[in-house]
């Protein structure tokens, strides 16, 4: 068997920095807060934290912009914190993972503005540029934020490619200069000893935009290979890569190690099964869970030794799981409960955004005027300018918006939740006095002791790293059930996601209870699965 990897055991963290913890009272998160809540972290006992960016930005996509990758947000501290941050993490024996933004930095990068000044610049062909076509763009690739890629630069009368806002230029992949340039800044991060990259994005990084071609282009596995051989790979770090609309054939070119590319990535599968097919996200649909069921399952046996999953529920671009394939009010506890169990016995490194562990919740707004997010701001003109009603614009916002998930984390029942003794960046879900860490901490039953023990299991359960997935397949469609198998030992594990009583069955013993969301039962036959109902037994062989 090929050498284990620490962070085939790992489980990460995710940190927006922005709505995790606020110490100076400017209303913004910061790197001081993040050193103050190890403790915290510690004791939850993840083992990685990635870093939503970090990096100098004018803040237009809240980071994703980046203007100098060697630099500190002023708002969250600066290299000293992040240096400190980087070793009191590693003291507890927590790796700290950077966000690799470089599909784009800010316009206001020196790289861009120099660009801007002419064609014969030095730096003009960091980025994408092209003459009109017909007086107009070149070709009508669209950006993910709405409208066009592409933005005219009346001086030189060219445009420019961004396939996220016009303050974020797409880099120029092609020029070796630019990839040099991003292989010096990697290991400038990689010297610090940092515990690896998540990779914004990085299925873009080949585009051919003439061809139309974005995410998946010809020259993509190439470059990662060489980005690899140039700054990572010699490092005993991770990396995931960002990969919409990647397929298991297409994890596997990312994270099969023979290829020397990255550890592993996050697919992005079952986050689209509660949109309409073909459609944008904003086009919903319910989930049902047969197709959940399917999607995961797929995952969990098509890469074996040929690539590693990542397994998580949501992000800072995605709405809360709670609300969106739970159920965030009869239910809220149970529904969280039952969700984390049935993806952290899975095989895979799980990741837990900051709040899920104290089931925090989606924050919906009545105006267009409560929103932060630019994706979301967009959407909502582009929409209207098509003749879509606001009303329903509103609901889709309410429901997939991305503010949902970056409203700040709610640790005690002061004012903001205290996050912050200012004024927040963005409002607080007002069901902080109820969701707060404080309370969870200080109920044996809360969610974050669930979460707890889950990682516990991981660390001390082989099984859970490396057994082999099987599902239940002739179960109830909203039962979720599962086995994992090693030489040494069996569990099962059963999840009623629903509202709804549920009938279960098998033939399978029960030996012993290793984690459950309510009383579990002590036989597998015939029995009534509670709304939400989840839990784990290790079973007789
Ligand atoms: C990724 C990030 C998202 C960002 C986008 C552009 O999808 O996760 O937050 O807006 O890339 O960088
Ligand atoms: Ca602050």
């Known amino acids: 068997m090929a050498k284990t990897k620490w962070w085939q055991e790992a489980v990460v963290y995710q940190i927006y920095p922005r709505s995790f913890q606020d110490t100076n009272g400017d209303g913004i998160g910061d790197l001081r807060g993040i050193i103050n809540r190890l403790d915290y972290l510690e004791k939850l006992g993840i083992t990685a934290l990635w870093l939503s960016p970090v990096y100098q930005s004018p803040n237009d996509d809240n980071g994703y912009d980046i203007s100098d990758y060697e630099a500190i947000m002023e708002e969250f501290g600066t290299m000293a914190d ?11 024996d927590i790796r700290i993972i950077m966000d690799l933004v470089v599909n784009h930095t800010s316009d206001e990068h020196t790289w861009f503005v120099e660009a801007k000044k002419g064609r014969e610049n030095p730096y003009r062909d960091y980025y994408v540029w092209r003459d009109p076509v017909a007086g107009g763009v070149p070709n009508d690739l669209g950006s993910t934020f709405s409208g066009s890629a592409w933005e005219l630069d009346e001086a030189s009368g060219q445009y420019y490619l961004h396939l996220f806002s016009k303050k974020q ?15 010096q800044m990697m290991n400038f991060w990689l010297d610090k000893g940092i515990g690896g990259f998540r990779m914004d994005v990085i299925d873009l990084v080949g585009k051919e935009p003439d061809k ?7 020259k993509l596995h190439d470059y990662l290979q060489e980005m690899n051989h140039a700054t990572f790979g010699k490092h005993d770090v991770m990396t995931v890569g960002e990969t919409w609309g990647a397929t298991p054939e297409i994890a596997k070119l990312y994270s099969n190690p023979t290829r020397e590319e990255l550890s592993m990535v996050f697919q992005f599968e079952h986050i689209g099964l509660d949109q309409q097919e073909h459609q944008e996200k904003w086009d919903l649909k319910d989930l049902e869970m047969k197709d959940l069921k399917t999607v995961l399952s797929k995952w969990q046996t098509s890469l074996g030794s040929e690539g590693w999953n990542s397994l998580f529920w949501n992000n800072h671009d995605t709405p809360r799981i709670v609300s969106r394939w739970g159920n965030d009010t009869t239910y809220r506890v149970e529904s969280a409960k039952a969700l984390a169990i049935l993806l952290h016995m899975m095989k895979g490194t799980p990741y837990i955004y900051q709040g899920e562990e104290i089931g925090m919740t989606n924050c919906p707004v009545s105006s267009i005027d409560e929103v932060e997010d630019i994706e979301s701001v967009n959407m909502y003109a582009d929409r209207l300018a098509k003749g879509y009603d606001p009303k329903d614009i509103i609901k889709s916002i309410n429901v997939k918006g991305r503010d949902n998930a970056r409203t700040p984390i709610q640790w005690n029942k002061d004012a903001s939740g205290g996050f912050t003794t200012g004024t927040p960046w963005l409002h607080v879900n007002p069901n902080y006095e109820l969701i707060n860490v404080e309370a969870a901490l200080n109920d044996p039953n809360s969610i974050f002791y669930t979460y707890q023990k889950l990682i516990q299991l991981r660390k001390s359960e082989p099984l859970v790293i490396w057994g082999d997935y099987a599902l239940l397949e002739d179960t109830e469609d909203k039962v979720f059930a599962y086995t994992r198998t090693d030489n040494n030992k069996q569990i099962l594990v059963v999840v009623n996601l629903s509202n709804e009583v549920q009938n279960f069955t098998s033939d399978y013993e029960i030996k012993e209870t ?25 079973v007789k062989r």
């Open 212 to 218: 139309g071609i974005t995410g998946n282009g010809p």
């Open 169 to 183: 230029p797409d880099l120029n992949f092609e020029n070796e200069k630019v990839r040099q340039e991003v292989y």
């Open 82 to 92: 992040m240096d400190e941050l980087i070793q009191k993490a590693r003291q507890r």
């Open 514 to 538: 290793w984690i459950k969301n309510m009383a579990a039962p002590n036989t597998l036959k015939n029995i009534s699965l509670q709304p939400w109902q989840a839990f784990v037994v290790e």
